[in-house]
């Protein structure tokens, strides 16, 4: 089967080579606002040219020619075109449903950087990889790529520069003989298992909440933009990174972990951009208790949930191993022995107390045990992609009729980063 694998290490360019850098990156950056910007004007005249590759193309050789962009054409070409194909990509997104609109980018955001798609070479043993327009760059090998490299992405963070690099290789998929276990997520444990296991979060932003705070205190003190404001603005970026590498490290070991004992993972289908929607509200509608959803928002958050499911998703289709996602609605509050469902039955965070058959238990254990078997129903019945039914016994005097809820359910076959 055919695997695609990135491969991250840490540029150390000199002082020339840090400069052609961020002149490329931004040079990306100005044609993919640009190219944005002109989306959106032909919009709103309806002339039907729409933000396709070709056409956003097509743009490139008319703006190297402009007096006041003659210095576009110091970037290499490729790279430019990328920054256009990444812009016809968020477009289909948008249009698919997969993304929001998309947005105009920002230098030292997110997405500062640019793209080779051919042209580069690597140099392992030597260390250094060969940039077109650029030369040979020195990296941190910090271990061996595997497979062939497709393309590569130069990525500016906080404390320098990064090269991303894709690749692509055959692998046997073998044969796991793991068991299957259900996975319940949570803020108090990062996970709880069908089996009784609970994994504690590491709450990367909790831990270090006080720290940022001190550092964005200082910020604020200094005069915006002089050298004083940028270093300071440059510790907490720092500071920043350091969080998002500490939960990056957690996640990768639990999801490790999780695809090396277990064949068969069923987790929960959450729509985490609605659970951390704000309740804030509007002035003439005004929210309630938004202090207590905010802080829970943070919380969620804190804990990766999408980049965890990525990351284990992708691990155990190397493994041979499978992830099903369930619809996670009433597996905390019904009873496993006796099937009933109730709000009574979870009257606190941990403890579950079944009101009609007395059952006890974790709460979080029970959901991950109902998860199981509701994947395992599902997965006997053949549902996968189509929309499965979860019985559900309530008492008569709390609804009309005792009916069924439609969950569905599909298999996730997880991308590689």
């Not at 509050?333 to 109730?342: A, D, I, N, V």
């Not at 199981?372 to 309530?394: D, I, L, Y």
Request: with cysteine; net charge positive; charged share 25%.
């Amino acid at each position: 089967m055919l695997f695609r694998q990135g491969f991250l290490f840490k540029l150390k360019p000199n002082g020339r080579q840090a400069r052609l850098m961020s002149r490329f990156a931004g040079c990306c950056r100005f044609v993919y606002n640009k190219g944005l910007s002109w989306a959106k004007e032909q919009y709103e005249k309806k002339t039907g040219q729409y933000p396709t590759y070709k056409n956003l193309s097509a743009l490139l050789p008319d703006w190297k020619k402009d007096p006041d962009m003659l210095w576009l054409s110091e970037c290499y070409s490729q790279c430019l075109q990328q920054s256009m194909k990444d812009l016809a990509r968020a477009y289909s997104n948008f249009f698919s449903g997969h993304a929001g609109f998309p947005v105009f980018h920002r230098k030292f955001g997110s997405s500062d950087g640019f793209r080779y798609p051919q042209g580069f070479k690597i140099d392992e043993t030597g260390k250094q990889i060969y940039l077109p327009g650029i030369g040979f760059v020195k990296y941190r090998r910090s271990r061996y790529i595997e497979g062939k490299s497709k393309n590569i992405t130069v990525i500016r963070k906080a404390d320098g520069w990064y090269v991303s690099i894709q690749t692509e290789y055959e692998k046997d998929i073998p044969k796991h003989n793991g068991d299957e276990v259900g996975m319940d997520m949570g803020v108090v444990w990062f996970c709880t298992l069908s089996d009784g296991t609970q994994i504690t979060p590491c709450n990367a932003l909790k831990k270090h909440l006080k720290k940022l705070a001190q550092l964005q205190r200082a910020l604020s003190r200094k005069e915006k933009y002089s050298s004083n404001w940028k270093k300071a603005q440059q510790e907490v970026a720092k500071f920043h990174q350091r969080i998002g590498n500490i939960r990056q490290d957690f996640i990768n070991k639990v999801a490790l972990d999780l695809s090396k004992k277990h064949a068969v993972i069923y987790r929960e289908d959450l729509k985490i951009k609605n659970m951390t929607s704000s309740a804030a509200g509007t002035l003439d509608d005004p929210g309630h208790n938004v202090a207590q959803k905010s802080g829970l928002n943070r919380a969620i958050l804190d804990q990766a949930w999408g980049k965890f499911f990525q990351r284990l998703h992708w691990k155990c289709e190397q493994r041979g191993g499978i992830v099903i996602k369930v619809a996670p609605q009433y597996t905390s509050r019904t009873c496993p022995q006796c099937g009933y469902e109730s709000k009574e039955n979870r009257k606190s965070q941990a403890n579950f107390i079944c009101v009609t058959c007395g059952y006890q238990g974790n709460a979080d254990i029970v959901g991950a045990r109902n998860i199981k078997v509701r994947g395992q129903r599902m997965s006997a019945c053949g549902e996968f992609g189509e929309v499965g039914r979860a019985r559900v016994n309530r008492r008569m005097e709390s609804i009309h009729c005792a009916g069924q809820q439609q969950e569905p359910i599909e298999v996730i076959i997880g991308e590689s980063r």
